[in-house]
């Protein structure tokens, strides 16, 4: 959970003040190591839960604040988005009932939300990315108003300098150009934590790091984003491009992301990674501080290390060092940010099982992970698994490049289990939980796996809205009926009495997209023959950087060819046709009050345009489904 209290107006003696209260909490964390005063025989684990606030259509309900001031419970906090909340977990002794106490209190909290939602018409979704999110969703009208998310947004604004560009590439290809860090709010998480002595922190961090790539391929669960099918995991690509502080010159000097999986092992202590992660990054925010950690430790007490706990906090490593004191005594636990949430408590519950026995079990049976793999391996099999999920190839500690799902079933299943035994964790735990896992992976039937196949097998003609909030609605319900694993989810099916209005509420959400458009100084016979081959009606007529500047139609055209100035001439251009009077809507203009629009005005198209860019277009046509189910709806209340 990110600290809230920082500061928004500070001066450059406040920034200095803030970066020596940083170095000295080093400083003392470092003396710590040095003279043992870390926790070392005791093995925690804990959990941070993200989840996604929706509406009765299944699209982001921004009602974070509105749930947490009714729940009332301390658990529950904001995340970076109005319509996404993170819970907390109680940390626990790794062994006995731990797995099905934690897989209780999930149940519980979203139990709680659930209720606390549904008093504002919303509920919960466990997704690595939602399906139904848009881009109208990405506004400044949706940050959560805490002084920490807008500074972290001004900020990495700022040193990034120019506007942001996402760019992924899946099945489809996404390329966004963004003035600012909101399409973070797609994202959400199953945080592990894993708390390990200090002497052996460099080693299971190290583990960490190389089992990473596996256990992700099975956890997979965010294949799509904004309706473009992308990485098994987009999740990873996202969080990475929206938080990029490097300008061009950074990047350019290879400079490494604020976002990274690391670049080597560590050698021979944690506070390696802490000391370059101090003089790496910037500081992106401050706030007042309340000790001298230093002098607390001279004092014989134990520092709350809060000036480099803020600032780790802003240094985002797929596997994460953090510190915290716990009945009064110092620990150190390694934090696995790269799981997604979903697509249940019980699929999340056995990611969770399947990494802490691969993190217990594969130390001592190997030793020193740098004797069996080398980190560029590690990272491979890591980016590996978020583009692929199972379907991908990894290489295994004999250095082997085999499927991922066989590594998992005939290598790291069985030692996840001896390594949960180690631990002395609840035997019938063990097994319902990894054989999820091993179910999931026989099947070769991830989270990711599930909305691909599910939005393949929908009917082609529907619009891609539909299909998306049929998926959506399918795991809404999966989730709350009985919440069973993904593994034995019938695909999703656009249901027969879908709410047609929840689907077309903005023009968004069935406007096309994939247009075929002229340039002015086109020759109109390519623009008539689009018009043929394609079957539309209506070229939309752009510049070379997509600035709409007119519209051909098929009655120009017709008219064209009345006057008899057509001829054979081919010095005819678009330009000479085409209509620049054009009248346009915007993405999250109501489809009601588009359709009264073109009603009115008597055209038979409507160009979508955002900052001046032409973004979809919307016909006659495509309000045809809207009436056919409007009569519908009418008819069969009538009868």
């Known amino acids: 959970m990110g600290d809230k209290k920082i500061t928004r107006d500070y ?57 947490i001031e009714t729940a009332k419970d301390g658990r529950l906090t904001t995340e970076i988005g109005k319509f996404n909340l993170e819970a907390n977990m109680t940390p626990l002794n790794f062994g006995g009932d731990c797995l099905t106490k934690m897989e209780d209190e999930l149940n519980e909290i979203l139990g709680v939300v659930r209720t606390a939602a549904a008093k504002f018409g919303g509920g919960v979704v466990l997704a690595g990315i939602l399906p139904t999110i ?68 460099v080693r299971y961090y190290n583990w960490a790091q190389a089992i990473a790539g596996p256990v992700l391929a099975a956890a997979a669960n965010s294949p799509i984003l904004l309706g473009h099918r992308l990485w098994h995991e987009t999740r990873l690509a996202v969080f990475k491009q929206s938080t990029d502080t490097r300008s061009l010159t950074h990047k350019q000097r290879n400079q490494k992301p604020r976002v990274n999986f690391g670049d080597r092992w560590v050698d021979n202590s944690i506070i390696e990674v802490l000391h370059e992660d101090a003089i790496r990054f910037r500081i992106l925010l401050t ?9 607390v430790l001279a004092d014989g007490g134990i520092p709350n290390l809060s000036a480099w706990r803020l600032h780790n906090g802003t240094i985002w490593r797929w596997n994460r060092p953090c510190y915290g004191v716990v009945e009064g005594k110092p620990g150190l636990r390694i934090e696995a940010r790269f799981l997604p949430a979903g697509p249940t408590v019980a699929d999340e519950m056995a990611n969770a099982a399947f990494f802490l026995g691969l993190m217990t079990e594969l130390p001592e049976e190997f030793g020193d992970i740098r004797d069996h793999m080398t980190f ?21 500690l004999d250095g082997q490049s085999r499927r991922v799902g066989r590594i998992i079933l005939e290598e790291l299943l069985p030692r996840a289990r001896k390594g949960l035994a180690r631990a002395k964790v609840d035997a019938a735990d063990c097994d319902r939980l990894l054989d999820i896992i ?38 809404k319900l999966y989730q709350e009926e009985g919440g069973e694993p993904m593994h034995t989810w019938k695909l999703a099916e656009i249901p027969a009495d879908s709410q047609w209005i929840d689907n077309y509420k903005t023009v968004e959400q069935f406007m096309a997209v994939d247009l075929f458009t002229v340039r002015p100084a086109d020759v109109l016979d390519l623009a008539a023959s689009l018009m043929h081959w394609r079957h539309v009606r209506h070229v939309p007529v752009e510049d070379d950087s997509g600035r709409l500047i007119g ?39 109501p489809t009601l009050e588009a359709l009264d629009i073109m ?20 016909t006659a046509y495509d309000f045809l489904t809207v009436s056919v189910k409007l009569f519908e709806e009418k008819l069969s209340k009538v009868m």
Request: with cysteine; glycine share 6%; hydrophobic share 40%.
């Open 11 to 67: 001066d450059d003696e406040q920034m200095r003040t803030f970066t020596l209260g940083v170095l000295n909490d080093l400083q003392a964390l470092e003396q710590m190591l040095n003279t043992g005063m870390f926790e070392e025989d005791v093995r925690r684990i804990g959990a941070e839960q993200e989840m996604f606030l929706v509406d009765s259509a299944l699209r982001p309900a921004p009602l974070a604040l509105d749930v």
């Open 599 to 618: 009603r009115s005005r008597n055209i038979g198209c409507l160009p979508v345009v955002q900052d001046e860019r032409l973004v979809g277009i919307i």
């Open 551 to 589: 519209i051909v139609s098929h009655r120009d055209l017709i008219e064209l060819m009345a006057s008899g100035k057509c001829g054979n001439s081919p010095g005819i251009t678009v330009r000479d046709i085409m209509r620049t009077d054009i009248v346009t809507v915007a993405p999250d203009t």
């Open 287 to 295: 706030q007042a501080i309340e000790e001298n950690s230093l002098k």
């Open 134 to 201: 848009q881009k109208s969703d990405l506004t400044t009208a949706n940050l959560t108003p805490h002084p920490r998310y807008y500074e972290i947004d001004r900020i990495v604004t700022e040193l990034h300098g120019e506007n942001r560009v996402i760019h992924i590439k899946g099945l489809d290809e996404l390329q966004l150009t963004l003035k600012d860090t909101f399409i973070e709010f797609c994202n959400t998480s199953f945080q592990v934590h894993l708390q390990v002595g200090a002497k052996e922190f």
């Open 376 to 396: 560029d391996d590690a990272r491979t099999n890591f980016y590996n698994a978020a583009r692929y999920g199972l379907s991908g190839q990894i290489r295994g």
């Open 438 to 475: 091993e179910k999931r992976v026989t099947q070769e039937k991830s989270g990711s796996q599930w909305i691909l196949d599910s939005y393949a097998a929908m009917d082609q003609r529907a619009k891609p809205n539909v299909r998306l909030r049929s998926i959506t609605a399918a795991m």
